[in-house]
């Protein structure tokens, strides 16, 4: 099994329809974040959250929200989807000291 | 606040050819710094680390990349690249007493066989 385990993989939704995206990790690790992909853009981080109780907002968390179920549940909502939030996003968790471990990602296409 | 700057977005390269891909950051305390690679339609993969010791870094796949603290950079360097290596590169960084990781906006590699 994987590390970080995302679902669903690929998802097509339309314009305003909620939609959430789920990530889970057997890594032990309280440390998870949510971050999307763009072509020529890296990768931005959307939301992160240090452990269950915990929570922050990353560089581009507008349209967004996150849960934290429990330490190795981690789920990103987009309340009413758009167009431009069609991207790549992935989930990750990290160690003390440890990179970060990713998951294989959701293609999302908002039409 | 931290960033990354990856000085090419694209490079194309034939077989057998060296490679010196770089990285260069902002942030005047402690950083830990990354390397990750993603091949196509796949999801990241840690190629490198550094976080203190010895400034020249050995990863996988005959990857090295030398930190060099006066220049703020992180270059990733392989003496030949194979067909295999084409893939997206990203340079991060994760400034310590920060705790999320920043990442440059990636260079993409495409070697020609």
């Known amino acids: 099994d994987a590390d970080v385990t995302q679902t669903p993989r690929n998802r097509i939704t339309k314009t305003g329809k909620r939609i959430m995206l789920e990530c889970s990790q057997t890594?032990?690790?309280?440390?998870m974040y949510w971050y999307r992909q763009d072509p020529g853009l890296g990768l931005r981080l959307i939301y992160y959250?240090?452990?269950?109780?915990?929570?922050n907002k990353g560089e581009i968390s507008d349209g967004y929200s996150v849960s934290r179920q429990a330490q190795a549940k981690f789920s990103l909502s987009l309340e009413s989807a758009i167009p431009n939030q069609t991207a790549l996003y992935f989930c990750?968790?990290?160690?003390?000291?440890?990179?970060?471990?990713f998951g294989s990602g959701t293609r999302l296409t908002v039409v | 606040a931290q960033s990354v700057s990856q000085h090419n977005h694209h490079v194309i390269l034939s077989e057998a050819a060296s490679l010196e891909l770089g990285c260069n950051y902002s942030?005047?305390?402690?950083?830990?710094l990354f390397w990750y690679v993603q091949y196509p339609g796949q999801h990241l993969q840690l190629l490198l680390k550094?976080?203190?010791?010895?400034?020249l870094v050995k990863g996988i796949k005959g990857f090295e990349a030398e930190f060099i603290k006066s220049k703020f950079s992180f270059n990733l360097r392989k003496p030949s690249v194979q067909w295999s290596d084409t893939a997206e590169y990203f340079c991060?960084?994760?400034?310590?007493?920060?705790?999320?990781?920043?990442f440059g906006k990636g260079t993409m590699l495409l070697v020609s066989p």
């Open positions: 990750a968790t990290s160690g003390p000291d440890s990179g970060y471990t």
């Open positions: 890594k032990g690790h309280d440390r």
């Open positions: 959250s240090f452990d269950v109780k915990d929570i």
């Open positions: 942030y005047g305390g402690t950083v830990n």
């Open positions: 550094y976080f203190s010791g010895d400034p």
């Open positions: 991060a960084v994760n400034a310590v007493g920060y705790s999320t990781l920043t």
